[in-house]
C-alpha cells in the first residue's frame, strides 16, 4: 500500500502563492506516476497537473498552465500554485499509481491513480 499526505494548503489573497507537498509512503513502486486534482465546492473533481514516473512528461490542465508547476522529488510531489484565482479555491488531491517501464507520460483522468491523500485546502481572498 502506498500512502500519500498532503500539505501546505492555506489562505492567499489573490495574486499570491502556495506550495503543495505530498509525501509518499509505504511500499511505494519504483516506478509511479503524481498527479494533482481539485475539487471546488459544488462542482467535479478536475485534474490539475501531472507528472510522468520518470518526471520527463509533465501536463497542466489548461485553468493553470503559466501559473502552476508540478515537480517531485524523492517520496515527495509538489505543486507550486502561483498568481492564484477565485476559481482556483478548492481542495487539492495528490494521487499516485504504478507504471509500467513504457508508460512514461501523464494521465489525466481520476480513475487512472489508484492512491490519494486526503486532500488540502487552498483558500483565496479578494
Known amino acids: 500500500q502506498v500512502h500519500l499526505i498532503e500539505s501546505g494548503g492555506g489562505l492567499v489573497q489573490a495574486g499570491g502563492s502556495l506550495r503543495l507537498s505530498c509525501v509518499a509512503s509505504?511500499?511505494?513502486?519504483?516506478?509511479?506516476?503524481v498527479a494533482w486534482f481539485r475539487q471546488a465546492p459544488g462542482k467535479e473533481r478536475e485534474f490539475v497537473a501531472g507528472?510522468?514516473?520518470?518526471?520527463?512528461s509533465i501536463d497542466y490542465a489548461d485553468s493553470v498552465k503559466g501559473r502552476f508547476s508540478i515537480s517531485r522529488n524523492g517520496n515527495t510531489a509538489y505543486l507550486q500554485a502561483s498568481s492564484l484565482k477565485l476559481e482556483d479555491v478548492a481542495v487539492y488531491y495528490c494521487?499516485?499509481?504504478?507504471?509500467?517501464?513504457?508508460?512514461?507520460?501523464?494521465?489525466?483522468?481520476?480513475?487512472?491513480?489508484?492512491?490519494w491523500g486526503q486532500g488540502t485546502q487552498i483558500t483565496v481572498s479578494s
Open positions: 507528472i510522468s514516473w520518470s518526471g520527463k
Open positions: 509505504g511500499r511505494t513502486p519504483s516506478r509511479y506516476a
Open positions: 494521487a499516485a499509481a504504478e507504471r509500467d517501464y513504457s508508460s512514461d507520460y501523464v494521465v489525466n483522468f481520476d480513475f487512472g491513480y489508484d492512491y
